[in-house]
């Protein structure tokens, strides 16, 4: 006869799982990452008065950038409705448009924005 068979003790300890290691690493390599990525954005670009400049030229650039891209698509959207018309001549260049489309020789300025 076999003896007694009693449940598992409450407090007696299990083996840990080891791919519960595993992603206890990983988790914490992650933290360890994004903490250092953190750290270098803020000492890098934040406190270097060098790269803030850069990076608000950067700024200033990407606002040029968007502003000159929705004036051309109003002035695409003017031209079209230009050629349905059928009235004048196509500008085949910048300089062929009205001066109050040029405001700056880089820049598109739409006049129903001023």
């Not at 968007?66 to 910048?94: I, V």
Request: glycine fraction near 8%; include cysteine.
């Amino acid at each position: 006869m076999e003896g007694p068979v009693y449940p598992p003790s409450p407090t007696a300890k299990r083996p840990t799982n080891p791919w519960v290691w595993v992603a206890v690493g990983c988790l914490a390599a992650i933290v360890v990452l994004a903490v250092g990525a953190g750290l270098c954005f803020y000492f890098g670009f934040i406190r270097n008065p060098e790269a803030q400049k850069t990076w608000s030229a950067m700024m200033q650039e990407a606002e040029h950038v968007g502003k000159s891209q929705a004036n051309l698509k109003a002035l695409g959207e003017a031209m079209q409705r230009f050629a349905q018309k059928n009235e004048g001549e196509y500008p085949e260049k910048l300089s062929d448009l009205k001066e109050e489309y040029l405001t700056d020789p880089d820049v598109l300025i739409n006049p129903s924005t001023k």
